[in-house]
């Protein structure tokens, strides 16, 4: 019998929040937040996700929760291309998954920080992901979800591919439809298509849309999107809206930038291929033999690809803003509700205080869209190349950007709006420069100012609670309002 106080009886007891003194938000989700948290017996940093038992019965994510904790149960700490699952545990209210802490966050940050990266730091990265999909689908695990968002890096700007809801596990399913019905691909079929998709539109496979079905080389065509977008700095099917995307993945609706290297082009071309048995390395007898031997990759060691390349003196500045956050000092263990809003409240501020002033700024809403020349809309999309902002609005005009508390259950979100020409209505996470989706606009849309921060944009399935915390919820409304009198003239303004 095995002593109580044994090594193995230590290791067998259950950590509890209690066990960790929780740290700055590092990431949010429709019903999760990840936390960077602290054990205190070992000092260690990790990155706590954390679910509301409540929103995921809400949101009917049960099964992604169960899914994502076995994939990473069956990946363990082998590859090191992965964020490991340390330990899970819960109390009556929530779900806690202790996970690796990628302290130099996503890769889509670094995308936008650079516009695009060299050809030197795009092929390291392509080959650590080809190393890192020969391994998830030697374990017979289709990722699904596969994008820059996705994609951590670690402290030594090594990758960590996380997330794992919407993965299939291939020996405990067969190919599952990811919607009911035919394998037409008319455009009924794919206006319901389109809510089946949670994430970025942008990488999703033609067989997932057409077929219904997934395998291991749907994530080969995620793989060409996310070198595509490393090399150029853009996703390779845009749209303005998700429907029109999925019209341009089925057609193959893409180009190249000018001057895009002729290797790299054949390489992406062989992924993105509407045949996925026809994709490079899907038939290969020995996984993904054809892609390591591709003309892209001559001179890659695959037995050692060496440290990474460096990217630029950029890394420096986001180290030192990847700390833990506020001293601990005054800080206890454990995780409640009280403790969470505190947490969520640090994070606004933090996110309102890193940014530049201009984006607190009012914008210039005072004549109408009808009066702006198309010389003047073209010059301000040349300056708007610098915004940050520019990768999420498709080549819109910005008309009106700014924070905007979004309030959905208990705890608002801090989130970056835009308002654009299309019209589009933006909004995305500061904090991880993550693209979270947008109010979808209609004759019916309208806008109601409540106060000086607090407005109401009412659409006809859903009503959205925003609150500008710098006070310029009426100009919204205005601006708004402006908006939709230009796109939407006969129009009825009144109450929905």
């Not at 030594?156 to 599952?176: P, R």
Request: net charge neutral; charged share 25%; with cysteine.
């Amino acid at each position: 019998m095995t002593p109580p106080n044994s090594v193995e009886s230590q290791e067998v007891r259950k950590k509890t929040p209690l066990d960790f003194i929780f740290g700055k938000v590092i990431g949010e989700g429709s019903f999760s937040t990840v936390y960077l948290a602290k054990d205190i017996q070992t000092n260690k940093e990790f990155a706590i996700k954390v679910l509301e038992k409540i929103h995921v019965i809400r949101e009917k994510k049960t099964e992604y929760v169960m899914r994502e904790k076995e994939v990473l149960r069956i990946l363990g700490n082998s590859s090191q291309y992965f964020v490991h699952l340390y330990s899970t545990f819960q109390d009556i209210e929530r779900l806690y998954f202790v996970l690796t802490y990628a302290k130099n966050g996503e890769l889509l940050k670094y995308i936008n920080l650079h516009s695009k990266f060299n050809l030197e730091c795009t092929g390291y990265y392509t080959a650590e992901l080809v190393l890192a999909l020969e391994y998830l689908h030697s374990k017979k695990i289709v990722h699904r979800d596969l994008k820059p968002e996705n994609i951590l890096f670690d402290h030594n700007f090594h990758i960590l591919i996380t997330d794992f809801g919407s993965a299939k596990i291939e020996n405990n399913e067969t190919n599952q439809t990811v919607t009911n019905g035919d394998s037409s691909s008319s455009s009924g079929e794919l206006r319901r298509r389109r809510h089946s998709f949670v994430g970025t539109a942008q990488f999703v496979s033609p067989e997932m849309l057409q077929e219904s079905k997934s395998s291991y080389s749907s994530d080969l065509w995620a793989l060409g999107c996310i070198v595509y977008q490393m090399a150029s700095g853009q996703m390779p099917f845009v749209g303005g809206s998700e429907y029109l995307i999925f019209q341009k993945i089925l057609a193959l609706e893409y180009n190249f930038p000018t001057c895009f290297d002729s290797k790299l082009k054949d390489f992406i071309e062989k992924l993105l291929v509407l045949d996925p048995e026809m994709r490079l390395g899907a038939t290969d007898e020995i996984r993904y033999t054809s892609i390591r031997g591709h003309d892209f990759f001559v001179g890659t060691n695959w037995d050692d690809l060496g440290p990474p390349p460096k990217l630029s003196d950029t890394e420096l500045i986001l180290e030192r803003t990847a700390s833990f956050g506020g001293s601990l000092e005054n800080k206890e263990p454990g995780l409640d509700k009280k403790k969470a809003s505190q947490l969520a409240i640090d994070n606004m501020l933090l996110i309102s205080n890193s940014l530049p002033q201009v984006t607190r700024k009012k914008s210039d809403t005072g004549r109408k869209i009808s009066d702006i020349p198309p010389e003047e809309i073209e010059k301000r999309l040349k300056s708007q190349e610098s915004n940050p902002y520019n990768v999420f609005v498709e080549g819109n005009l910005i008309l009106k950007q700014g924070l905007i508390d979004k309030k959905k259950g208990l705890i608002p979100r801090r989130r970056m709006f835009m308002l654009t020409l299309g019209p589009h209505l933006y909004y995305v996470d500061p904090a991880t420069m993550t693209f979270k989706g947008e109010i979808p606009w209609s004759p019916h849309l309208r806008a109601e100012a409540k106060n000086f921060k607090t407005f109401f944009v009412h659409t006809p399935n859903r009503k959205y609670y925003l609150e500008d915390p710098f006070g310029y919820a009426l100009e919204w409304v205005k601006a708004i309002d402006q908006v939709k009198e230009h796109y939407y003239p006969d129009s009825n303004t009144g109450n929905d």
